[in-house]
């Protein structure tokens, strides 16, 4: 098995749900979420090689990009899905416009 690809469905599950269920309103939260989903892919990239050696950037860079773009991809489609319902969409657009006028 390819040993990118373990680490890389863990982390982005670990980030979905972390975007999913620990929405919070503070500015930067999803950023911190794929952060820490790249984070977590390396982590686990490293102790499943269990080696000594230190890890190359080319090794984070495919852990960081494959996080993210797995994460940001089921997070696009899941929004594509719900979005497709009218009252869901009437109450965002309501939702975003009461919280720009308290700003």
């Known amino acids: 098995m390819d040993p990118y690809f373990r680490p890389i469905l863990i982390s982005t599950t670990v980030t979905m749900l972390l975007c999913t269920l620990l ?28 080696s000594t050696d230190d890890l190359k950037l080319s090794d984070v860079l495919i852990l960081g990009i494959g996080t993210g773009i797995l994460a940001g991809s089921i997070l696009s489609l899941m929004m594509t899905f719900i979005l497709q319902d009218i009252t869901f969409r009437k109450t965002l657009v309501e939702m975003i416009n009461k919280s720009s006028k308290m700003n």
Do not use: D, Q, S
């Open 23 to 50: 929405f919070l309103p503070i500015n930067g939260i999803l950023f911190f979420n794929f952060i820490f989903g790249g984070i977590l892919a390396v982590y686990l990239f490293r102790k499943e090689k269990k």
